[in-house]
């Protein structure tokens, strides 16, 4: 029985493809499926094209291989297009739904609670599945036949796209070659949209945009393609427009402008599409053929500007509707992969959730990104010099970093000499792979996900470890299909696979095999690197406590294996509190890890705000106060004393005392010891000594007990009990009478230094009359990054509601954590893109539509710097994304201590008391 027909178009000709159907059909994997009321349960296969015991097949070369990613702002459908990717490409035999929970990629527990992806999924299909037949020989050598007439194997991973979770999206494209940007055709080009095509542009990774969600009310393709423009900073090469019915009506299906032809998507799962010649359109929706028209004619306009050989083949036909398809494909694909200056951007239609466009996108991803050969040279170091993998493998790379270590040593070699060490080094060289992702599994233990570069990782291999200099072996190789694996006999170079039980491998690791299953290779390959992957700054911060003390190292065992997990997060104590704090991208990012902590690892520990630690300065100077201690410590006697005067300190204006024995500066404060009246002289053995001190103290010891007295006494404020700061304290001993012969011990002046600072302090008060010290809290340099639409409100609310400082406004954006690669450069200089003179469509319902212009001024990027208090940054990023409409993002550091105003102090004071 006749299942569905799947549509497969060469030039402009549709072949339709039976499929068979069955409760228990098996598709190309050789997966058997069964239905169920709740998923699609998947029985996977025991074997498959990673294994070295079966013959390589066309399918499975590496030419015919796809790496691409899924990358969105939040709720721009991600997950549902690759449920429907899976589901035409024979994966699985029912539609997944993100509402339902159903899907593949969003498996745990809390991306189905929430219905957003929160850890990248892994999962590998075939497109065209080759059990529709197309993938005959007949069909390959048809003359100009697409890349898509033929199956290719695609590993996809679905991303996050909540900005929390930006570390996950970022070691995800940094091992793809292409990928696919799904945007909102109702909200357009949004926020998270923007940072991840940026962190594409930095690994130059070719994409294509998908315009989702056109059936909804409101939804703009035409808006939406100028907004790629002006917001993703390229030209737009619009390669399909919806087709609404009747020119006004619901969302129907798309107008392919390469093939010149219309598919129309009937109610349903989205298998049976019918195909419009152009002929026919102009009889039954002439305004959509006439628009197919100005389409076309713009896209080959496009090309020509960006492409010498499509110039060429237009002159040629001499008619922009006359270039055949295949020309269009080549040409796409050239400008596609071309590495320098603004990039073409094919952009593509549909609607995921009504089952329309998915399978022509799934042609495009085949037809025009990148296969692992094709992709740019991954960049690795050795030794100190940088490079291209595939000049290393040459020896080239070698040969450079072997002259550059002889001329470093002031050793001359022959070149050939050089040459013959590279290749024979190069030849042990098996394989070559990166760590992208590491995940504690419950089944399964500690999975590295990784992606060779070179060579095949074998199952049993010894891996070196380069970045630890550590070697594992690779007990079990699999190949994952989301939440299930199946185990394999090695993964091939180009391919994504995951390497079971690592004890040591992180997130950004090189790993290596050379020659047979030596634990180490020779110098310098001891040192290849592959590019790692750069961990963004935290903006977020929550503190982590035990429930007990007996729990505490659980905790910390907990937390270790959440953060080689997810090096997105950071694990500090702080020295004030002696809090834990645990800090990240955002508020959910630390909800989700405190899931982790508590459900999967088991943790024994809560979750709670931060502590400020605050500090106190004295307001005047205090008079000289002079103490004796006199007691027994550890059952000896102990007497010694000295004199001690506290005053303010500042450490920019204030000069050290001329006459000082040791000015000691710790923590914002100083101390100043002074002893006029004591000898000093240096031995034979150069020690510094006095014959006015006991036997056994000389003068460093003298020092450093009269130091450590103060240190402690200036832990403790003596109105507030928070550590003093920007203060001075001036320690003044006799030796005639403070030193008291053997009784004075480095334990006595220690103490006799401690009771008279502390004395000092408390003296404040009888000075002033009133309080003696001011609170200080720490104060933060903040670096915020807008567009222009919402400089205004992030000041204001800097300025007026938080009690923060603008220092400076500048248009330039400082660098992000990520550096910049050469393609994102090339841009920098280019005047921006006028909307205006980009081709889009005109949308049915333009007038009603609002923010229609996007003001390529109100996208300008500025840059705040400003000095804002801690206690006011605490859950600023979630406030800062409402103002800025999501794009706002900021990093901070400690800037300094400072005093707080009258009013403000209370106020602090009155919320310390309500928390106790």
């Known amino acids: 029985m006749v299942a569905a027909l799947f549509l497969r178009a060469s030039h402009s000709t549709v072949r339709p493809i039976a499929l068979q159907s069955g409760q228990a059909a098996v598709n190309r994997l050789g997966c058997h499926v069964s239905l169920t009321q709740s998923s699609t349960r998947i029985s996977l296969p025991k074997s498959n094209g990673f294994s070295t015991s079966t013959a390589k097949s066309q399918v499975d070369a590496l030419d015919n291989t796809r790496n691409i990613g899924i990358i969105a702002h939040i709720d721009a459908g991600k997950t549902t297009t690759t449920e429907r990717m899976l589901y035409y490409s024979g994966f699985t035999r029912r539609l997944g739904d993100v509402d339902e929970g159903s899907t593949v990629t969003d498996f745990l527990p809390a991306e189905r609670a929430r219905g957003i992806t929160i850890q990248s999924a892994a999962v590998t299909f075939h497109w065209p599945p080759e059990t529709v037949g197309v993938g005959d020989t007949a069909s390959q050598q048809t003359p100009n036949a697409p890349k898509s007439a033929f199956p290719h194997t695609i590993n996809l991973i679905d991303t996050p796209g909540h900005a929390d979770f930006t570390f996950e999206v970022m070691r995800s494209l940094r091992i793809l070659d292409g990928a696919v940007c799904i945007l909102d055709g109702v909200a357009g080009v949004e926020a998270q949209t923007e940072q991840v095509w940026h962190q594409a542009s930095t690994y130059r990774i070719p994409r294509v945009v998908y315009v989702n969600k056109l059936d909804r009310d409101g939804a703009a393709f035409g808006r939406t393609v100028r907004e790629v423009a002006s917001r993703l900073e390229g030209w737009p090469a619009v390669c399909q427009i919806p087709w609404f019915e009747g020119g006004q009506g619901r969302f129907v299906g798309v107008a392919d402008v390469i093939n010149l032809q219309g598919l129309r998507w009937d109610e349903g799962d989205g298998k049976l599409v019918k195909m419009y010649s152009l002929e026919q359109l102009d009889s039954e929706e002439s305004q959509l053929a006439q628009e197919l028209r100005r389409a076309r004619t713009a896209l080959i306009e496009l090309l020509s500007e960006h492409d010498e050989i499509m110039v060429e083949k237009f002159f040629e036909c001499e008619d922009h509707l006359a270039v055949s398809p295949s020309d269009i494909r080549d040409s796409l694909r050239r400008c596609l992969l071309r590495e320098q200056g603004r990039k073409i951007i094919p952009v593509f239609a549909g609607a995921s959730f009504r089952n329309i466009g998915v399978q022509p996108l799934l042609d495009s991803v085949v037809n025009l990104l990148p296969s692992p050969l094709e992709t740019l040279d991954p960049e690795v170091s050795i030794g100190g010099v940088k490079g291209g993998l595939r000049r290393l493998l040459s020896g080239d790379l070698l040969v450079e970093q072997g002259e550059k270590t002889a001329s470093r040593k002031g050793k001359t070699k022959k070149k050939s000499a050089v040459q013959a060490e590279s290749h024979g080094a190069i030849e042990g060289l098996q394989s070559c792979a990166l760590a992208f992702k590491v995940v504690n599994d419950a089944k399964r233990g500690v999975l590295v996900y990784v992606r060779v570069y070179s060579g095949s990782l074998d199952r049993h291999s010894l891996l070196f470890n380069t970045n630890l200099n550590v070697s594992e072996r690779a007990s079990r190789l699999l190949k994952m299909y989301a939440n299930d694996a199946v185990e394999v006999d090695s993964i091939p170079e180009g391919h994504i696979g995951v390497v079971v039980g690592l004890k040591h491998a992180r997130t950004g690791d090189t790993l290596v095999t050379y020659g047979s299953n030596k634990p180490q290779p020779p110098e310098p390959l001891n040192t290849l690197q592959l590019r790692p992957i750069k961990v963004p700054p935290p903006v977020f911060f929550a503190s982590v406590e035990p429930h007990s003390l007996g729990e505490e190292k659980r905790l910390q065992e907990c937390l270790t294996m959440l953060l080689r997990e997810d090096p997105s997060l950071h694990v500090t104590v702080d020295e004030d509190s002696g ?209 222009e639409s919402s400089l205004g409100a992030v000041v204001h609310d800097i300025s007026s509601s938080r009690g923060g400082h603008i220092v400076s406004l500048d248009e330039e954006v400082p660098l992000p954590a990520t550096d910049l690669s050469l393609s994102a450069q090339s841009t920098e200089d280019m005047p921006a893109i006028d909307p205006s003179k980009v081709y889009s469509p005109p949308d049915p319902f333009e007038a009603a539509s609002i923010g229609d212009e996007i003001p390529i001024s109100a996208n300008r990027p500025r840059t705040i710097t400003a000095k804002v208090p801690l206690k006011e ?9 409402s103002l800025s409409a999501g794009r706002g993002t900021f990093v901070m550091s400690v800037d300094r201590f400072e005093k707080m105003s009258t009013p403000r102090q209370r106020a602090v004071l009155a919320e310390l008391r309500a928390e106790y």
């Not at 999967?600 to 205090?622: N, V």
């Not at 410590?633 to 024995?661: F, M, T």
């Not at 940054?873 to 994304?881: A, E, F, I, N, P």
């Open 579 to 787: 809090q834990t704090l645990i800090s990240g991208m955002g508020e959910l990012h630390l909800e989700i890890a405190r899931d982790r902590l508590l459900n999967d690892f088991k943790a024994k520990a809560s979750m709670g705000r931060i502590e400020i630690g605050y500090r106190e300065c004295p307001l005047d100077q205090s008079g000289q106060v002079t103490r004796i201690f006199d007691k027994e410590i550890a059952g000896r006697k102990g007497k010694a004393g000295c004199s001690a005067i506290v005053e303010p300190y500042d450490p920019d204006s204030s000069p050290p005392n001329d006459r000082a024995l040791s000015v000691l500066s710790f923590d914002g404060n100083q101390i100043v010891i002074l002893a006029p009246n004591l000898q000093t002289e240096t031995n034979k053995k150069g020690v510094e000594e006095s014959p006015l001190l006991p036997p056994g103290i000389d003068l460093n010891t003298f020092r450093t007990s009269l130091s450590n007295g103060c240190l402690a006494a200036l832990a403790r404020g003596p109105q507030f009990n928070f550590p003093m700061h920007n203060t001075r304290v001036t320690i003044t001993l006799d030796p005639a009478e403070h030193i008291f012969g053997n009784e004075t011990t480095s334990s006595a002046l220690s103490a006799a230094a401690r009771l008279a600072t502390s004395s000092a302090l408390r003296d404040l008060y009888s000075i002033s009359g009133t309080a003696g010290t001011a609170l200080m809290e720490p104060v933060m340099n903040v670096i915020i990054s807008v567009d």
């Open 873 to 881: 940054m605490v859950g600023y990023l979630k406030h800062l994304r």
